[in-house]
């Protein structure tokens, strides 16, 4: 099972855009890379996956490079609501999925 | 997307006592579901993965006869703390896989809070 790195906490200002990259150095072909937000007390909340380049919806982009050893979810304008703690995953959903420690964002005023 | 349920979302228990936790992916079926346990501050740990039909496949280091799963169908997965105690006091959560989805994504469950006294 891939391991991902990421960075423990990040904070931001109400409006701005946030970027939180996710290392995956042993990513497997047939894996794909997805980002879940989890609120306390909830069970994760799917955000964003993709495979390869870029993915856009709408509430998120993911930036993912050529070697899919690293992928970056970017929020844009955020705002207080979305504080919360964002995990990235790397698999397929047919089998387990391992998490890592997350990055909590935390959103100030 | 796809709705999974869990019951119910906090129980509170006395020591000793065994408790069941119930996953239900509402719109959709689901061979393989998913257990994950998480302490505060912490991240989600896999516990099990349990098949319909057959036997579940425990973690390293979960205990098997403790945490006990039963999937009796397509929609439904049972989690029993048995004979719980306080270190088993945990938010419990469970996932499963909609297969004709579009994404390749696991839905989870809103969680149960389990408080052991």
């Known amino acids: 099972l891939a391991k991902t790195t990421q960075p423990i906490s990040m904070d931001s200002y109400e409006g701005q855009e946030v970027n939180i990259t996710c290392s995956h150095n042993n990513i497997a072909t047939n894996d794909y890379i997805t980002w879940y937000q989890q609120f306390p007390s909830q069970g994760p909340r799917f955000i964003i996956q993709g495979y390869k380049t870029k993915v856009t919806n709408e509430v998120a982009s993911l930036f993912i490079p050529a070697d899919r050893k690293s992928s970056t979810l970017s929020l844009p304008r955020v705002s207080l609501s979305d504080t919360a703690v964002y995990y990235c995953l790397v698999g397929v959903a047919a089998r387990q999925l391992t998490f890592g420690s997350g990055t909590q964002l935390t959103v100030l005023p | 997307g796809a709705v999974v349920s869990q019951h119910p979302s906090r129980v509170i228990c006395k020591s000793g006592t065994s408790v069941k936790i119930e996953c239900r992916s509402l719109?959709?079926?689901?061979?393989?579901m998913f257990w994950y346990r998480q302490f505060p501050k912490q991240s989600l740990m896999l516990m099990a993965t349990?098949?319909?039909?057959?036997?579940?496949?425990?973690e390293q280091g979960v205990e098997k006869d403790k945490f006990l799963i039963n999937h009796a169908s397509l929609t439904l997965s049972t989690l029993t703390v048995t004979s719980a105690h306080p270190e088993d006091s945990s938010f419990y959560i469970c996932?499963?896989?909609?297969?004709?989805?579009?994404?390749?994504?696991?839905?989870f469950g809103p969680g149960t809070r389990l408080t052991v006294l």
């Open positions: 349990s098949n319909e039909g057959s036997k579940a496949t425990y």
């Open positions: 996932s499963a896989r909609e297969p004709s989805g579009v994404y390749n994504e696991q839905f």
């Open positions: 719109d959709f079926q689901a061979t393989t």
